[in-house]
């Protein structure tokens, strides 16, 4: 018998928002819990969610004051969500007072998480410090012991596996899932992931060491050494990966996508393709298109290797809808230098994206099929 403390009789709305993983992103959602509302646990009595993109949503109303667990599910306990390591989690709770709404973002479901997420610290003579990796091994690493890998490395490690460390937002970039469904599909191979994380995390809003590494006009060049130099290394000698530029690809969001395109320029033949999702071309001192520092290192670097792939997107919406000028300028640049738009970069200007995690998620499949050689 479904059991729940009544303390006041008004009732509270509870909205349901959730982010499913990015392989059949609409398929049904289910909020299974102790609530009447939610079925009590029965799986078949649970509250169905609608697919409105990017968000499975769904609203319930239950008493003031009471309190409910609850579980997300594609309808049965086989297919619950689990976490980025692929552990079932405990149930989620909620105590009511007010109306509210509820965000969660599902890693993988139970019944189809496969690969493996590690931690790694590494030292490094050049930031002084040690490092912690978020490394990602796709399926067939432990199948297949003499099989080697791509390596896709990209900036912001707390926001690109796990939702649980994707602070403020909740909303992880999914890299994982990506790699993991464009390869199944024949547009990337199985590839090795990994996100190197800041000491202070990831904050779009705030300026943090982070930033500090991050921006080219601050600490970028001596973090773009230890990329380039220390941390490809580390994985050439401690992880099966093809030890070759055109195996490797180095992106990332906003400033990270800045510092990527950076890093190629400063570090030829290391990288085959970049990533660059929003890139702020401003930087730290908000520079306008014609002083932009990372357009003029372009402009005096006197050829590019043809062999580099180069994605950049941007959206219209948020800060996003002042870069246009940058990548206009970008895009004039590369041309005069040999580059075609297609071959050797592509410029995508998305309407409705804008400088926000949910957006990026959408976002990063493209860059990396394009980025990667497949």
Known sequence: M???????SCMSRIRFRIVPPVDRSSEGIFISGSSEALGCWGPARALRLTWQPPFHTGEIE????????????RGSWEREAVDAHGNVPGNLSHGV????????????WKDRFSGRLTREVMGSRLLAQDRELLIWLPPAYSRDSGHRFPLVILHDGDAIFDPALSKPSGIDLAADEWVSMLSRRGMMPESIVVGVRHPEGFSPEDITLRDYELSPELGGEGYAGFIAQELVAHMDQHYRTIASPSSRILGGVGLGALHAFHTALRHPGIFGGIACLSTSFEDISQSLPANCAALRLLEETPALDKNLRMHFDYGDLDIDECYEGYHTLLAASLRSKGL??????QIQRIPGAGHTPISWRARLGNALSFASRS
């Open 62 to 73: 239950v008493p003031t004051g009471s309190h409910f667990e609850y579980k997300i599910t």
């Open 2 to 8: 479904c059991k729940q403390q009544v303390i006041v």
């Open 97 to 108: 007072w007010l109306d509210a709404t509820l965000q969660h973002t599902v890693a993988d």
């Open 340 to 345: 075609v738009e297609g071959r050797e970069f």
